[in-house]
């Protein structure tokens, strides 16, 4: 079965610089959501999407940004890249905003 | 805000043996889902078994099944004929309908031979 890609799957970036992560939900999903795992933590939620239009918010920071776009893959746009902005980025897919969320492998991004 | 609570950080199991991982939550809510995921060192989430709060039934899936305790607030994972390969972090996590996923600090199971 087709599962959640994300892409790329691992990211350098510098301090300061920008990052844009891409989910591509599983087929005839319409519902995605962006988490970000630092190390040793559990999963924390960022944004979600239902039918191309923002549906929930969470510890989002502002220089972060997202969109769910025609084909209902969506990116997350990530600026003036912090030290602590290193982590592990997880996207998630439902069939609806009630079902069940798949993962994702997660993107690895490292800010130097 | 909900809070899940994990209370055991670590669990250690032999292969073969029985373990339950606990998992409570607080949640003023009647309608509400809760699910048990797998992180491998991989560190990918997989998704181990899910929970609508309004079946009472506790749901399976072969070796895995939940003791759902709904006035309790209580939701723990029993990990029946454990295998090396269910060695992982679990995490326990609710979600209102429709929305995110709030997980919790999340358990490190051991499998020994």
């Known amino acids: 079965a087709a599962g959640v890609i994300q892409s790329p799957r691992h990211l350098i970036k510098e301090k300061r610089e920008t990052a844009t992560l891409k989910c591509y939900p599983i087929p005839r999903h319409d519902t995605v959501y962006w988490y970000q795992q630092g190390p040793g933590q559990d999963p924390q939620f960022l944004i979600s999407?239902?039918?191309?239009?923002?549906?929930d918010k969470g510890s989002i920071p502002d220089r972060f940004s997202a969109q769910q776009f025609s084909d209902y893959h969506s990116e997350l746009n990530m600026s003036s890249l912090e030290l602590g902005d290193s982590a592990l980025y997880f996207c998630?897919?439902?069939?609806?905003?009630?079902?069940?969320?798949?993962f994702g492998p997660g993107t690895r991004l490292t800010v130097l | 805000a909900q809070t899940v609570t994990q209370s055991q950080p670590e669990m250690s199991v032999q292969e073969a043996e029985t373990v339950t991982l606990s998992c409570t939550y607080d949640t003023s809510e009647s309608d509400y889902y809760l699910f048990w995921y797998k992180q491998p060192p991989s560190r990918q989430m997989i998704l181990v078994i899910r929970?609508?709060?309004?079946?009472?039934q506790n749901a399976t899936e072969n070796r895995f099944s939940v003791n759902f305790q709904k006035a309790a607030k209580s939701f723990s994972l029993k990990i029946s004929d454990s295998q090396l390969g269910d060695a992982a972090m679990y995490f326990c996590a609710y979600s209102s309908s429709g929305y995110a996923l709030n997980f919790g600090k999340g358990t490190s199971l051991l499998v020994t031979p």
């Open positions: 929970q609508e709060a309004y079946k009472q």
């Open positions: 998630a897919s439902s069939l609806s905003y009630t079902d069940t969320q798949y």
């Open positions: 999407f239902y039918e191309k239009m923002q549906s």
